[in-house]
């Protein structure tokens, strides 16, 4: 793959701050789109070109792009919590539609050669096809689904119209946040809780989901940058496997005990984490592995270990369970 100057939005996520490294470590010539949010979330990789814009600012966006003529845009931005969006669905909306409508336009405007777009596996919905290939009609059963499912039509739309080179990123969910210090989400918040209290408390135990490793998410798209076959396409990020949140827990609970001696409690309310929660998630990857060579790294085990180790490094100020505190874990 050659070098390319690339446009990076969202680059202070979870996922973007990890790819910007990886594309800046990597030798490309990479701009970080960013917007001030007051955590300061912006600092997680300081790409040295960092760019400041809101994605529903049509004449900054514009604007950036015309003056860098990236060859490839990597539109992450979005606001990306489900359950954010049933309470504030035209936020959600504005961003990550809007913001998808006015990065996109710009980039046919400048020619930009790849627009490689993070869609997202929410827009399946429940499905009777498991695991889901890109093909079936989709059930987005969220605001923040039904703003990425129209995103990916206006693509395919610009596309039909203009000859657009879109790439259509659909990710399956990943964990491994200890980049970005957040512990909120579902495997984070078991690692932590088991790390900190020695209890694992969570909500619905039922719910089947792919849980990928954030470096098999990143090198996704890395795989997919300049990539011809990967052009016009839509594109699952998937392991090969699914499991419960129970079932997932119990694996937390494993590694957990591996490296701390003893193994924390597991209990689940057994309420929705959110208004609507889909059964099972769970996407065929076989074009993935087609179109761009890729295949995941990390089973659910190993990646739960790499990702307890990463967060053992983060809280190490803290006392963890049990231990006496964090210079006597193993």
Same mark, same amino acid.
């Given at each position: 793959?050659?070098?390319?100057?690339?446009?990076?939005?969202?680059?202070?996520?979870?996922?973007?701050?990890?790819?910007?490294?990886?594309?800046?470590?990597?030798?490309?010539?990479?701009?970080?789109?960013?917007?001030?949010?007051?955590?300061?979330?912006?600092?997680?990789?300081?790409?040295?070109?960092?760019?400041?814009?809101?994605?529903?600012?049509?004449?900054?966006?514009?604007?950036?792009?015309?003056?860098?003529?990236?060859?490839?845009?990597?539109?992450?931005?979005?606001?990306?919590?489900?359950?954010?969006?049933?309470?504030?669905?035209?936020?959600?909306?504005?961003?990550?539609?809007?913001?998808?409508?006015?990065?996109?336009?710009?980039? @046919?405007?400048?020619?930009?050669?790849?627009?490689?777009?993070?869609?997202?596996?929410?827009?399946? !919905?429940?499905?009777?096809?498991?695991?889901?290939?890109?093909?079936?009609?989709?059930?987005?059963?969220?605001?923040?689904?039904?703003?990425?499912?129209?995103?990916?039509?206006?693509?395919?739309? @610009?596309?039909?119209?203009?000859?657009?080179?879109?790439?259509?990123?659909? #990710?399956?969910?990943?964990?491994?946040?200890?980049?970005?210090?957040?512990?909120?989400?579902?495997?984070?918040?078991?690692?932590?809780?088991?790390?900190?209290?020695?209890?694992?408390?969570?909500?619905?135990?039922?719910?089947?989901?792919?849980?990928?490793?954030?470096?098999?998410?990143?090198?996704?798209?890395?795989?997919?940058?300049?990539?011809?076959?990967?052009?016009?396409?839509?594109?699952?990020?998937?392991?090969?496997?699914?499991?419960?949140?129970?079932?997932?827990?119990?694996?937390?609970?494993?590694?957990?005990?591996? $490296?701390?001696?003893?193994?924390?409690?597991?209990?689940?309310?057994?309420?929705?984490?959110? #208004?609507?929660?889909? #059964?099972?998630?769970? !996407?065929?990857?076989?074009?993935?592995?087609?179109?761009?060579?890729?295949? #995941? $790294?990390?089973?659910?085990?190993?990646?739960?270990?790499?990702?307890?180790?990463?967060?053992?490094?983060?809280?190490?100020?803290?006392?963890?369970? !049990?231990?006496?505190?964090?210079?006597?874990?193993?």
């Amino acid at each position: 793959m050659s070098l390319k100057r690339i446009l990076l939005t969202g680059a202070s996520g979870f996922i973007g701050s990890a790819l910007a490294e990886r594309l800046d470590k990597a030798g490309h010539d990479v701009y970080g789109l960013y917007r001030y949010v007051s955590d300061g979330r912006y600092d997680y990789y300081q790409l040295e070109r960092k760019l400041v814009a809101d994605l529903r600012d049509e004449v900054a966006i514009d604007d950036i792009v015309k003056r860098i003529e990236p060859d490839v845009v990597i539109h992450l931005g979005a606001i990306t919590p489900v359950s954010y969006s049933f309470i504030h669905p035209v936020e959600v909306t504005e961003v990550d539609y809007i913001g998808t409508v006015n990065i996109a336009n710009a980039a @046919l405007e400048y020619g930009v050669e790849q627009f490689i777009f993070a869609s997202t596996s929410e827009v399946y !919905g429940t499905q009777t096809r498991l695991p889901t290939p890109e093909d079936v009609r989709l059930h987005p059963d969220s605001p923040y689904a039904v703003a990425k499912a129209a995103a990916e039509e206006y693509l395919r739309q @610009l596309d039909t119209v203009h000859e657009f080179n879109y790439t259509i990123i659909r #990710p399956f969910n990943s964990f491994g946040r200890a980049n970005v210090r957040k512990k909120y989400f579902v495997v984070e918040r078991a690692i932590t809780q088991a790390l900190e209290t020695g209890k694992i408390n969570l909500y619905n135990s039922k719910p089947k989901r792919v849980f990928m490793f954030r470096d098999d998410h990143v090198d996704g798209y890395v795989k997919a940058i300049g990539n011809k076959k990967a052009y016009k396409q839509i594109i699952n990020l998937s392991t090969d496997e699914c499991y419960s949140i129970a079932e997932m827990t119990e694996i937390v609970a494993d590694v957990i005990e591996e $490296k701390l001696g003893k193994r924390p409690s597991i209990s689940f309310d057994e309420r929705p984490d959110r #208004p609507y929660e889909i #059964p099972v998630l769970w !996407g065929t990857n076989d074009k993935a592995k087609k179109l761009l060579g890729w295949e #995941p $790294k990390y089973d659910l085990r190993s990646g739960i270990k790499k990702a307890v180790e990463e967060w053992m490094k983060v809280l190490g100020e803290y006392r963890f369970w !049990g231990t006496g505190g964090s210079d006597n874990r193993r």
